[in-house]
């Protein structure tokens, strides 16, 4: 079950504003809006982003509490449905590192398809690629060492969950995932590197802008917890093997 955590917020790192749209760099533990699944929770990026710049704002899409990084908004209500219709058309780009179990093949895809929440199986599709492999002279369950991917992750599709539920799919479960994830790597992970968060991260979003008509690419920086816990990572690893 995931951990509920109030942060401390009351203000958003911008990394793009116009007059149409504004980003920020969300932080890990931070609900986008009001959820039934979290209803205990009373902080959300787009309250705290509408206190910030006295505007109304809309999320054009959403990312998972526990994942940190590129959140769009919309500042108008006929750019929310312009950009909303590009995530609903697939023909945003997006991009996430994560830390996930074993050693990845130097890419791939997943194209098993998923349940939406009325039981209903959806298409859906997921690049990687692996930039960093890291095998640690630390016992996971009967293992004597255990081994672990940085990944460069591109859904083409939305469905919920989904990085984190294909990966499951292939063993390959994210680091700190408590709902798809491995408990005993998790485990160790909290106990060895003090980690407190599911190490997913949206690098980046790539959407057309519909009033300047030209490509826009967001970029946010690695979260400090996602950061410290992979040098932490490389530091100790008995081999660690870059591929990017």
């Known amino acids: 079950m995931e951990t509920n955590i109030t ?6 790192p911008i990394i793009f504003q116009d007059e149409h749209f504004v980003a920020v760099n969300k932080p890990h533990n931070l609900l986008v809006h009001r959820s039934p699944i979290a209803a205990n929770q009373s902080v959300f990026a787009l309250q705290i982003l509408r206190n910030q710049l006295g505007a109304w704002v809309s ?3 959403r990312i998972d509490r526990k994942t940190s990084g590129v959140l769009l908004f919309a500042l108008t209500p006929q750019a929310d449905k312009l950009v909303k219709k590009q995530f609903e058309e697939h023909t945003t780009k997006k991009k996430y590192l994560a830390l996930v179990r074993g050693f990845l ?3 791939g895809f997943t194209d098993r398809p998923l349940e ?8 859906a ?10 095998e640690l002279d630390i016992p996971v369950s009967k293992y004597p060492k255990s081994r672990y991917s940085l990944a460069e992750i591109s859904p083409e599709t939305g469905r919920m969950h989904q990085i984190r539920r294909h990966f499951a799919q292939m063993r390959h479960y994210l680091i700190g995932d408590k709902t798809h994830g491995e408990c005993k790597h998790n485990k160790m992970f909290e106990e060895r590197f003090e980690l407190n968060t599911m190490l997913l991260h949206a690098q980046s979003l790539t959407f057309d802008h519909p009033f300047l008509n030209k490509t826009i690419t967001l970029e946010a920086e690695m979260n400090e917890e996602f950061l410290r816990v992979l040098e932490e990572v490389r530091r100790v690893g ?5 591929l990017k």
């Open 59 to 61: 999320p054009c899409h």
């Open 105 to 107: 093949p130097e890419n």
């Open 125 to 134: 599709l997921t690049h990687y690629r692996c930039l960093e492999q890291f």
């Open 7 to 12: 942060l401390a917020v009351d203000s958003l």
């Open 116 to 123: 939406d929440d009325k039981g209903v199986l959806k298409e």
């Open 238 to 242: 008995a081999i660690c093997i870059v």
